[in-house]
């Protein structure tokens, strides 16, 4: 059974720093393409972060390149975001999500539809 877990997030002043942890089950993340996405309320889920499997290429969003770094650790099988400099508008529910159906990440990688996989969500609150 295909499962992602996330843990990491909480509550932090502006320009902190937290690391969120996705723990994948039921498949090799190296595999795999895993994205990073967030929700803010009242906002559509958007794509901030993508790393592609077998040391595939990594994508941010425009809104946190220079602050936030995706990662992964084979042996643990779980991605990794650090997310460094935190602003208030940082604030969000974030997700991670695998597409284990190749490469439509290298296109689409911001795009949630291509993600066949979801974890529950941990809150990520930045007060400012």
């Known amino acids: 059974e295909v499962q992602l877990v996330e843990s990491g997030g909480g509550l932090v002043q502006a320009g902190g720093s937290l690391r969120l942890s996705c723990a994948a089950s039921g498949f090799t993340v190296d595999d795999y393409a895993i994205g990073w996405f967030r929700q803010a309320p009242g906002k559509e889920r958007e794509g901030v972060s993508c790393i592609g499997g077998r040391g595939g290429r990594t994508y941010y969003a425009d809104s946190v390149k220079g602050r936030f770094t995706i990662s992964s650790d084979n042996a643990k099988n779980t991605v990794y975001l650090q997310m460094n400099s935190l602003k208030a508008e940082d604030t969000a529910v974030y997700y991670c999500?695998?597409?284990?159906?190749?490469?439509?990440?290298?296109?689409?990688?911001?795009?949630?539809?291509?993600?066949?996989?979801w974890g529950q969500g941990t809150q990520v609150t930045v007060s400012s």
């Open positions: 999500a695998a597409d284990l159906q190749g490469a439509r990440y290298e296109h689409w990688w911001n795009r949630a539809p291509i993600y066949d996989y």
